[in-house]
Every structure is written in C-alpha cells, then in structure tokens.
C-alpha cells in the first residue's frame, strides 16, 4: 500500500506548458505515473507530446481548467508548476473542482497567499489534501511520482518518509534503497504549509504496508515539537528522526523561509530533545539517521 498517491492516482499538472511543467511531466511519466494532461487557459485545446515509461508516443491534452480536466479524465491529482504570483488563483481553482490532492511545488510564494490557500480549502470542507508549496511533492516507488523527487534512486518497501526539506528527502531515499519506502513525501519549509508532519505520521500509522517510519525536520517553527507529542500518545510504530541545523550559528539567519529560531525555541537541539523523549532515535547526520533505521528494519 502507499499513503495518498497510489498507482490508479489519475494526474494533471497546472502549468503543463511551461518550462518545469514540461521537464516534469516527462519525468513523472517516466516514473509510471498515471499523467492523463495538463491545464493552461490560454492553450486549452491543444496538446503536448511526451513518451510513456514504455518509450510509447502519447498526446497529453491541454484543457481551460482544473475543473475541465477533472471531468474529461477523471484527474484526481494536481501538480502545480505555476509561477508565485498566480499560484494562489491555480490553488483555489484547484480546490474549487474538488481535486483530491494538489502538490504545489513553486517556491517563494507569500506567506499571505499560502494562508489563504489554506483557510479556503478549510472553508470548502478540507476535500483537497494540500502538499506544499516549496515542495518536492510525493513519490509512491513503483506506482506513482507527483512532483520533481527522482524515481530512480530507490525501490518500493515497508518504510515511511515525511521531510521538510528536498535534498534530504532524496539522500534518506538513497542511502535506504536497500530496504525501500511506501510512500515519500516532501512537505516543505515554508512557515505555512498544507499537510504536515502530524498528518503524514497518522497516515504512515494507519498503513498497515509501512513498518517503520523516518521524519526529517530543520530548525525554525514547533511544528517537530507537536509531531513529538503526536508520536507520544498516537504512533506504536518505530521512528528515527534527523533536525537539520544542529551546526547553524546562533543568532544566524538561515535561507529557508521557515527558519525562524527564537532564543532556545526552534533550535535543532530543542527539537532533538522532544523527539527523544518521545522515544524517537535522532541522528546528528543523515547517515547516522540512515544507520538507525538500518537497525531497526534488520530487527524486524
């Protein structure tokens, strides 16, 4: 099993013209993923030629709107490769149509539009489930990729990963391909996201194919303190974890938008700490994060 994307996910990208859109898509569907088109109003109506993962010639059509492409294809997935500034408009038109999960991968969109974003989709039901933005989106391996995470670098297996940041989402990937993963997500490090460590945990939980679970987050926010307690009173299943930022300078401020570190709040040390007393095992390193859950995979 996987959480959230799987290999019947049927997905359009918004902004399937462009110049990401269209690397993506090819990657996607390189992967194996179910890509039925793609949106863009001012080409509605024409298509775009890609190749399978088989290497077979496919004609993805390009249609006005979210809405449109739903009920032609069935889409129950949105990636959106959509500049900041029109990226809260192909958000809320996502939402609108109902789609089931929409992957926002851009960076640097507001923090007020992200917000919004969210308190719409709250205000519609919470029927879209949001991952992002600043993203690198979700990969189930062997079914289905929605997003930019390479597909290459490892296999399906019984472990979970949730992570703030890309890169790491990627290493953990590889430096556990001998054992594999359900589903990898990478929610992103802005300061406000749509799905959450909390959220991917629960899920993992409730997964009866995912044994074990690896959380990754960085410094700035409470958002891993709360996952801490999550883990204390609702997950019986192992987790390591990794903070990045152990050796950021105090006082620094750091690239990513989400890390912001108030005095002793947010520091990786803190969250290390949380994480521990929730009997979470937390590398200084990837690697050694990596080793952790080596262990406990050869335990099980």
Known sequence: MSIFLNQDSKIIVQGITGGEGTKHTARMLAAGS??????????????????????????????????????ASGANVSVAFVPPAFSKDAAIEAIDAGIGL???????????????IWAYATEKGNKTRIIGPNCPGIISPGQSLAGIIPANITEAGPIGLVSKSGTLTYQMMYELRDFGFTTCIGIGGDPIIGTTHIDALEAFENDPDTKAIVMIGEIGGDAEERAAEYIKEHVTKPVVGYIAGFTAPEGKTMGHAGAIVSGSSGTAAAKAEALEAAGVKVGKTPTQTAEYMQEIMKSL
């Open 102 to 116: 929409l992957v926002i991968i851009t960076e640097g969109i507001p923090a007020q539009d992200a917000a919004e």
């Open 34 to 71: 179910n890509v039925v088109g793609g949106v863009n109003a001012r080409k509605a109506g024409q298509t775009v030629s890609h190749k399978d993962a088989d290497g077979n010639d496919v004609e993805l059509p390009v249609w006005g709107s979210v809405g449109e492409a739903m009920e």
